[in-house]
Nanobody, 118 residues
Framework: QVQLVESGGGLVQPGGSLRLSCAAS????????MGWYRQAPGKQRELVAT????????NYADSVKGRFTISRDNAKNTLWLQMNSLKPEDTAVYYC???????????WGQGTQVTVSS
């Protein structure tokens, strides 16, 4: 059974930075692509970034390219999302996902709130 636990969200001013973490249980973390998704109030959940199982390939939504970086450490079963130059429109609940490189897999974390506001 897979458990994904996100942390690192919070309130930050525009232009600031946050680093989200996702700790995964189980032995299959290294075998699966991982991703970050987000859902703002009144909007559908959307892809933010994904990373291949090895970490070699990454994919970003156009809205976050050049500002966000996804990374992983398979030895630590941990996924990160470094978010820089944050904007108010980045405000959302951010979810960790395990399963596929190009679309959401079956496993989700509980989400962590990111609020960008002055």
């Amino acid at each position: 059974q897979v458990q994904l636990v996100e942390s690192g969200g919070g309130l930050v001013q525009p232009g600031g930075s946050l680093r989200l973490s996702c700790a995964a249980s189980g032995s299959i973390f290294r075998l699966n692509a991982m991703g970050w998704y987000r859902q703002a109030p009144g909007k559908q959940r959307e892809l933010v970034a994904t990373i291949s199982s090895s970490g070699v390939r990454t994919n970003y939504a156009d809205s976050v390219k050049g500002r966000f970086t996804i990374s992983r450490d398979n030895a630590k079963n941990t996924l990160w999302l470094q978010m820089n130059s944050l904007k108010p429109e980045d405000t959302a609940v951010y979810y960790c996902n395990m399963g596929r490189y190009s679309s959401p897999g079956d496993y989700w974390g509980q989400g962590t709130q990111v609020t960008v506001s002055s």
